[in-house]
């Protein structure tokens, strides 16, 4: 069973930084899949903020770029969300996804229908 554990949450004022991580355990890695990294503010739909898939690709929503950055340790089953340059419109619960194995046919291995292991979330609250 895949469990997915995101920490490292909490309140900063506007300008701070966070450090999310997810700790994953009974995933098992194939040769194409992709983590991401989602939130979803109160009264909002969830979004996608950043993934990074197996070929080491990294995508970010545009209003993270030059802000936040994703990485991945494999060996510890660790994915990591460094968050700079904080704004009260990044306040949400933030979530750690992954897909499971991606065939080879499919041309965006990290579109967000294909993640199908969630973690609970950490919520990120930014004061102005």
């Known amino acids: 069973q895949v469990q997915l554990v995101e920490s490292g949450g909490g309140s900063v004022q506007a300008g701070g930084s966070l450090r999310l991580s997810c700790a994953a355990s009974?995933?098992?890695?194939?040769?194409?899949?992709?983590w991401g990294w989602f939130r979803q503010a109160p009264g909002k739909e969830r979004e996608g903020v950043a993934s990074i898939d197996s070929s080491g690709t990294v995508t970010y929503v545009d209003s993270v770029k030059g802000r936040f950055t994703i990485s991945r340790d494999i060996a510890k089953n660790s994915l990591y969300l460094e968050m700079i340059s904080l704004k009260p419109e990044d306040t949400a619960l933030y979530y750690c996804?992954?897909?499971?194995?991606?065939?080879?046919?499919?041309?965006?291995?990290?579109?967000?229908?294909?993640?199908?292991?969630w973690g609970q979330g950490t919520q990120v609250i930014v004061s102005s």
């Open positions: 996804a992954a897909t499971g194995r991606i065939a080879w046919w499919i041309i965006n291995a990290c579109d967000a229908r294909y993640f199908g292991y």
């Open positions: 009974g995933y098992t890695y194939s040769s194409r899949y992709c």
